[in-house]
């Protein structure tokens, strides 16, 4: 018999450092699984991308057993990272905080495309140049 899904939480936690602590045992604690075990299992699976934060979809079943799928990392994550900067524009209208090359959002295009409902790499690529914008960082040719 399958067993039955009680619950879906989806967390984003940086790669390879997840503690018990919030946000994970806040989440996961009132569904009454290992919160010791996930974190171990997760930081695991995440050890090589150490620097990112990389969301989690876990589905919680009635016997209290888990899974969980990981994601590619947040677009604005993978942007900062090729950009260099620690935070985004506050006024992205305005002022600019960085510049980032065509071939550095195809980059980033490729590894997003599994997560995106994009048809193909030019609309993944617009998706991208979309939220580098709203961020405050140009696209250069």
Avoid: C, W
């Avoid at 018990?20 to 989440?27: L, T």
């Avoid at 969301?55 to 994550?77: E, M, Q, W």
């Avoid at 209208?93 to 510049?99: I, L, T």
């Amino acid at each position: 018999m399958a067993k039955k899904l009680q619950a879906v939480v989806k967390l984003q936690l940086p790669a390879g450092k997840a503690t018990p602590g919030p946000p994970v045992g806040s989440s996961l604690g009132p569904h009454g699984i290992n919160i010791a075990g996930f974190v171990k299992e997760f930081n695991e699976r995440t050890r090589d991308k150490e620097g990112l934060v990389i969301p989690a979809v876990l589905s919680i079943y009635s016997d209290r057993s888990f899974t969980f799928v990981l994601k590619s990392p947040p677009a604005a994550v993978l942007i900062k990272k090729a950009a260099g900067i620690e935070s985004a524009s506050a006024k992205p209208n305005r002022d600019k905080v960085a510049k980032i090359t065509k071939a550095q959002v195809e980059e980033i295009a490729k590894l997003k495309m599994v997560d995106l409902n994009a048809g193909s790499l030019e609309t993944a690529m617009s998706m991208v140049m979309g939220t580098a914008r709203s961020m405050g960082v140009t696209v250069e040719d």
